[in-house]
């Protein structure tokens, strides 16, 4: 059973460009996080999905940010026009259902590192 | 959710146990403590969580106060490999919608 996984592991832009991270959640997750984690900082909750369904966005930039989980692929972080404060690890997470459940955990992927030139 | 306060830095000597602090003086009655770690340039590792009594897994145990206002978390024979950051949570299910990471306390183990 494969992990969260996220591509890009690395991604290099130059400032005004697009960012497009992927995640493709746990086999039976329907629910997806996204945190963003500066250098020497925690991580910062940024969004929360259900497929196709955006549930909690109160971490989101209200600029330039944006993200979906559409019914089939991966969730997707999209950044536009990139600045240098963009540059960050974006880590995505996924549950089951962690409301529901104490037991429920989050499994987090490797994470994105965006480097914006 | 409730705060969580722990010491930003711990060392500990390898195969010896790491105990690590965490206050969670607010807490109230329905919310649970979750304890996850991060490894240098890894996404966040889920370790063991608990709600009033002490918990063990394969991989650490947690003793809560009876009071629940701290906890702690051990690392029976510590190893290089556990050298991370390791963040308490205090979350109720009908909390935010997602895990608060404050900063978390860095643990280095040291040969």
């Known amino acids: 059973n494969a992990g969260v996984m996220q591509n890009p592991r690395h991604l290099v832009r130059r400032r005004g460009q697009e960012a497009r991270l992927r995640c493709s959640p746990m086999k039976g997750h329907s629910h997806v996080y996204w945190y963003r984690q500066l250098p020497e900082e925690g991580l910062k909750f940024m969004v929360y999905?259900?497929?196709?369904?955006?549930?909690?966005e109160s971490g989101m930039p209200k600029e330039r940010f944006s993200a979906e989980f559409p019914k089939e692929g991966p969730s997707i972080l999209r950044i536009q026009q990139v600045v240098r404060g963009d540059s960050a690890a974006y880590f995505c997470?996924?549950?089951?259902?962690?409301?529901?459940?104490?037991?429920?955990?989050?499994?987090f992927g490797s994470g994105t590192q965006l480097s914006v030139l | 959710d409730a705060k969580t306060t722990q010491p930003p830095s711990m060392d500990c000597a390898e195969g010896r146990a790491a105990n690590l602090p965490c206050n969670h003086s607010t807490i109230s009655g329905n919310e649970y403590v979750y304890w996850y770690r991060q490894i240098h340039s890894q996404g966040p590792q889920y370790i063991i969580h608990g709600l009033k009594n002490n918990e063990t897994n394969e991989m650490a145990s947690l003793i809560i106060t009876e009071d629940r206002k701290s906890s702690t978390l051990i690392l029976p024979h510590a190893t290089l490999r556990d050298t991370a950051v390791y963040y308490c949570i205090v979350r109720a299910l009908t909390g935010a919608n997602n895990l608060f990471f404050g900063t978390g306390t860095r643990l280095t183990v040291i040969p």
């Open positions: 997470a996924s549950s089951p259902n962690l409301h529901r459940d104490p037991n429920e955990k989050l499994f």
């Open positions: 999905l259900q497929k196709e369904n955006i549930i909690d």
